[in-house]
């Protein structure tokens, strides 16, 4: 069983940065992969970045491509989100979750086994 509390959320302007962190309880947390998953108002939830059980190998949304970096810190059962060059249409939902694999290929919204209750980013203009 493994718990997954986000933070880092909140206001924040365009052009600007955030840091998500989603700390996980569990002794397992090394033997899956994480995602990011956001959801914005009125839309569905979709992926965001996604890296391996080691932290060696990431997979992100084209949108976050250039701008956001996901990494893991296996010793302190952490994962983070930096997001920079924030926009409004950022503003969303973020979740953080485990999957049911190690690989980063199995980060997907059908792969998790658990997930966090997320964090509101909101982006103002």
């Known amino acids: 069983q493994v718990q997954l509390v986000e933070s880092g959320g909140g206001l924040v302007q365009a052009g600007g940065s955030l840091r998500l962190t989603c700390a996980a309880s569990?002794?397992?947390?090394?033997?899956?992969?994480m995602g990011w998953f956001r959801q914005a108002p009125g839309k569905e939830r979709e992926f965001v970045a996604g890296?391996?059980?080691?932290?060696?190998?990431?997979a992100s949304a084209d949108s976050a491509k250039g701008r956001f970096t996901i990494s893991r810190d296996n010793a302190r059962n952490t994962v983070y989100l930096q997001m920079n060059s924030l926009s409004p249409e950022d503003t969303a939902v973020y979740y953080c979750?485990?999957?049911?694999?190690?690989?980063?290929?199995?980060?997907?919204?059908?792969?998790?086994?658990?997930w966090g209750k997320g964090t509101l980013v909101t982006v103002s203009s």
């Open positions: 890296v391996n059980w080691s932290g060696s190998n990431t």
């Open positions: 979750a485990a999957s049911r694999s190690s690989t980063a290929a199995s980060v997907n919204l059908g792969g998790m086994k658990y």
């Open positions: 569990g002794r397992t947390f090394s033997n899956y992969a």
